[in-house]
């Protein structure tokens, strides 16, 4: 008997530690607790498929928090467009980039960046249609 309320008592010990737990848990597999680390000045190095640079890019993007959206980051600086605000979202440790439209008409078709754990680094691949049929498909390192 006394084994059969051990067993009930460390099913509900536990399932009280994944319930108290399990907030924090989504935040930073959803992306809260990351935005929080990432959110400032990064030194973007780019590599441009389409424009065929001998030498990376280098500019400053900023990434601050999307007020429209808990899990989505804006990026001003993006593909050295200026403050165009790219809308994106964070995952865990992955940013995704959908379709959209900024300044200048450009289209970002799509783009993953990578952010490494100690959240000093994200690694990019991204694709830009820059008129007509131009597509430019981008790699790019942000640090700080």
Request: proline share 1%; with cysteine.
């Given at each position: 008997?006394?084994t059969?309320?051990?067993?009930?008592?460390?099913?509900?010990?536990?399932?009280?530690l994944?319930?108290?737990?399990?907030?924090?848990?989504?935040?930073?597999?959803?992306?809260?607790?990351?935005?929080?680390?990432?959110?400032?000045?990064?030194?973007?190095?780019e590599n441009s498929?389409?424009?065929?640079?001998s030498t990376?890019?280098?500019?400053t993007?900023?990434?601050?928090?999307d007020?429209?959206?808990?899990?989505?980051?804006?990026?001003?600086?993006?593909?050295?467009?200026g403050?165009?605000?790219?809308?994106?979202?964070?995952y865990?440790?992955?940013?995704?980039?959908?379709?959209?439209?900024?300044?200048?008409?450009?289209?970002?078709?799509?783009?993953?960046?990578?952010?490494?754990?100690?959240?000093?680094?994200?690694?990019?691949e991204?694709?830009i249609n820059i008129?007509?049929?131009?597509?430019?498909?981008?790699?790019?390192?942000?640090?700080?």
């Amino acid at each position: 008997m006394k084994t059969h309320i051990n067993k009930i008592t460390i099913l509900i010990a536990g399932t009280l530690l994944m319930l108290t737990n399990s907030c924090e848990l989504t935040d930073d597999l959803l992306g809260n607790e990351t935005i929080s680390k990432i959110v400032g000045d990064w030194d973007c190095e780019e590599n441009s498929e389409y424009f065929k640079k001998s030498t990376k890019s280098s500019y400053t993007v900023y990434i601050s928090p999307d007020a429209d959206n808990d899990y989505g980051i804006l990026i001003d600086g993006f593909y050295n467009l200026g403050d165009v605000g790219v809308k994106a979202v964070v995952y865990g440790n992955t940013i995704t980039i959908s379709e959209q439209v900024v300044q200048g008409g450009y289209v970002i078709l799509s783009g993953t960046g990578l952010i490494n754990n100690n959240k000093n680094q994200i690694t990019w691949e991204y694709r830009i249609n820059i008129g007509g049929s131009a597509i430019d498909d981008v790699t790019a390192i942000y640090t700080r």
